[in-house]
């Protein structure tokens, strides 16, 4: 019979779209690997060079992943938010991490060591099956980036960026789609390999044009077609 504890990281786990589809008993085999944690805005959740234990899933809240170099400057690789995971590199080696991860907001996440997971992929199908469907899509999305990064310029990259927030966070409204995520000008820099003071420049001449408004720290993208022509 599953203690409480076993039966809240099992509905947390469950929360993340990577195991939504598995049978119960299934996912119910990560929980002797599996802890919560819970993490403050702006908490780090490792470092570079920190040991890859293992996998985390995110039930609630936004983690960011990025690089940094030596000479402090970052470059955003994707923010991960509640029902994703990240993590998963440890998977292939167990090395030490080579990204930091960063709560943005606050954030619960079931962290499977790598044993574990790695054995419940091995003998469940569909666990595999499901996490290969996961990261065949962050596939796609990292040469869409590097696509960005080489050939486009940053309205472009900007436009695009909108877009891609927009349909992953974006909630209709009689003025447009308003991204419902507060994001900085720097975190947009970030992830586009800009600067602050070129994003900020860039989102005026947008405003300007009618193609978004702001609320705040919210973006609304007033004319989605105009953002898309854009891009």
């Known amino acids: 019979m599953p203690t409480a504890e076993e039966k809240r990281t099992l509905s947390l786990l469950k929360k993340c779209d990577v ?130 990064l080489i050939f486009k310029d940053v309205g472009a990259k900007l436009a695009e960026l909108l877009l891609e927030l927009g349909q992953q966070h974006g909630v209709d409204d009689p003025r447009g789609v308003v991204l419902n995520l507060k994001i900085t000008h720097q975190e947009m820099a970030n992830l586009i390999g800009s600067t602050r003071e070129t994003v900020s420049l860039t989102l005026s001449q947008f405003k300007r044009k009618g193609l978004i408004q702001s609320e705040g720290r919210r973006i609304i993208i007033a004319d989605r077609e105009g953002i898309k022509a854009m891009a």
Not at 37 to 66: E, M, T
Not at 75 to 93: H, V
Not at 98 to 119: I, K
């Open 19 to 148: 195991l939504a589809n598995l049978p119960t008993d299934a996912v119910q085999l990560m929980l002797p690997g599996a802890k919560i944690g819970a993490y403050r805005p702006r908490q780090v959740v490792y470092l570079p060079g920190d040991r890859a234990q293992g996998v985390f899933f995110v039930a609630q809240g936004r983690v960011k992943i990025s690089k940094v170099t030596r000479d402090g400057k970052e470059l955003t690789l994707a923010y991960r938010t509640g029902s994703d995971f990240f993590g998963e590199p440890c998977l292939l080696e167990g090395g030490p991490r080579e990204e930091m991860a960063e709560a943005m907001e606050p954030t619960m996440a079931v962290e499977v060591d790598r044993e574990t997971l790695d054995h419940v992929l091995s003998t469940s199908g569909a666990a595999a099956y499901w996490f290969a469907r996961a990261l065949i899509v962050r596939r796609k999305d990292l040469e869409s980036r590097v696509e960005q």
